[in-house]
């Protein structure tokens, strides 16, 4: 399955910003979707994650009630809903699938899409 993110851009702080990843080759429904990111000189870093059925999600401690991530198995996409930004949400955020909920690493994800950046301005 090939992914592509878009929607990254330049926000203020405590603004809102809607990141959208695109499926194509195959029907996101089997799998686990999530968000990581990478800020400049960091290692990439867990998100958020929704299961297949996108009754579960799961947040890292820092974006934790200001995301929300959510899966449209019609458009065969995968959503971060960014409110209540803060600079040190600045990163390139990547979309991925995977067939395991409830994994936070790198590993437990098979496909990738090419990043979208988001810069958050104080």
């Known amino acids: 399955v090939q992914l592509q993110a878009s929607g990254g851009g330049l926000v203020q702080a405590g603004g809102s910003l809607r990141l959208s990843c695109a499926a194509s080759g195959r029907s996101l429904d089997r799998y686990v979707l999530g968000w990581f990111r990478q800020a400049p000189g960091k290692e990439r870093e867990f998100v958020a994650a929704?299961?297949?059925?996108?009754?579960?999600?799961s947040y890292s401690d820092s974006v934790e009630g200001r995301f929300t991530i959510s899966r449209d198995s019609v458009k065969n996409m995968v959503d971060l809903q960014m409110d209540r930004v803060e600079p040190g949400d600045t990163a390139v955020y990547y979309c991925a699938a995977g067939l395991t909920y409830g994994l936070t690493i790198e590993g437990g994800y098979a496909y990738w899409g090419q990043g979208t950046l988001v810069t958050v301005s104080s």
């Open positions: 929704i299961n297949r059925s996108g009754i579960r999600t």
